[in-house]
């Protein structure tokens, strides 16, 4: 197995080139990338990649506020008894995030075992300009050993585009993982994810209305360094008030380096209204490190494959469970 395991109303920005920049939304943060701003599309779970070494054949991979302190700190009081149950917690297999790529896997973290992923994501088109501070951090709480807790509390983003530039808080998500049949015998695992946004952002990256989305996840090994994840999702996404429908279809291919390091190679794309940006064709691929079994920094890079306007986005992140 490998190493590894996502509505602006500002006056007067020129809105013509928003459409070319997946967005995260309702965790579809990593996963619905075209509704707008970001180069990942993503649902409660998120585009990560490289899948963990465990039994279960999970992955290691690879949107907050409208008031800033006090969003913090809910998310921050939610998380503190998961903390302290950690501590009387048995030893557990490493970490396996679902960062930094699209397709998620089907891992669950452990009960009192909870993790967070966070990075930085920076997005290029000609005269446009994303940085995405915390790259739509994500907090992974267990409840089952086949159901985790999916919360997204949403990152700093500076949006330029052509001289102009819009600073705020993304939009959280709240959401689910699913895990109902475990790989065994050189069976795949199924998952589903599901989720929705919630209009917390700023104002210039929130939309007022829910945004639900879906997820069907496929894990597949393919031998004792390599295996694949295969996710195929849908949300209902909103822009200026206009709901349409995005379909992201990813497959991930995660390769075991060494004992610390793993890789991905994958290729994602995204289905949509022309007038919300239309299909586009993406490839990706980065690098993880098990710094501890607790600790997985990851990095990455990628663009657009297809015939239209180019765009190009890398980062880095950690990922780490308390």
């Keep these: 197995m ?23 939304q309702p965790n579809n943060n990593r996963r619905y990338p075209h509704a707008s701003l970001y ?5 409660v779970g998120a585009p990560g990649t490289v899948r963990a070494k465990c039994p279960e054949f999970t992955r ?9 302190r006090y969003h913090g700190d809910v998310m921050f009081g939610i998380l503190i008894p998961f903390c302290f149950a950690s501590m009387a917690s048995p030893p557990v297999d490493p970490i396996n995030p679902d960062r930094p790529d699209v397709s998620d ?21 000609s005269g446009v300009v994303i940085r995405q501070f915390g790259d739509s951090p994500l907090f ?12 997204v509390p949403g990152g700093y983003t500076d949006f330029r585009i052509f ?26 695992a199924f998952a589903l994810e599901g989720g929705t946004s919630l209009p917390t952002g700023s104002r210039f990256f929130r939309e007022p209305a829910l945004q639900p989305g879906l997820t069907a996840i496929v894990d597949m090994p393919i031998d004792a360094q390599n295996d694949l994840s295969v996710n195929l999702g849908y949300a209902l996404l909103r822009d200026n008030g206009q709901q349409f429908g995005q379909t992201v279809v990813s497959a991930s291919l995660g390769h075991q380096m060494a004992k610390s390091l793993g890789s991905f190679a994958e290729l994602y794309t995204t289905l949509a209204p022309n007038s919300h940006g239309g299909d586009r064709l993406f490839a990706d691929l980065g690098l993880t490190y098990l710094l501890t079994d607790n600790v997985q920094l990851d990095a990455f890079t990628g663009s657009t494959i297809d015939r239209k306007e180019h765009l190009f986005f890398f980062g880095a992140g950690v990922s780490f469970r308390f």
């Design 2 to 24: 490998t190493q590894k395991d996502k509505g602006h109303r500002p006056l007067p920005v020129n809105r013509s080139k928003r459409h070319l920049f997946p967005r995260a």
């Design 163 to 188: 001289g102009q530039s819009f600073t705020g808080w993304e939009s959280s998500n709240v959401g689910f993982k699913w895990r109902f049949r475990e790989a065994k015998k050189g069976q795949p």
């Design 39 to 43: 180069s990942r599309p993503t649902f």
């Design 140 to 151: 992974r709480i267990g409840l089952t050993d086949n159901v985790e807790l999916r919360l």
């Design 60 to 68: 290691t991979r690879g949107s907050v506020q409208a008031k800033g």
């Design 105 to 125: 896997g089907a891992g669950i973290t452990p009960k009192g075992k909870p993790i967070a992923e966070l990075g930085y994501r920076q997005t290029q088109s």
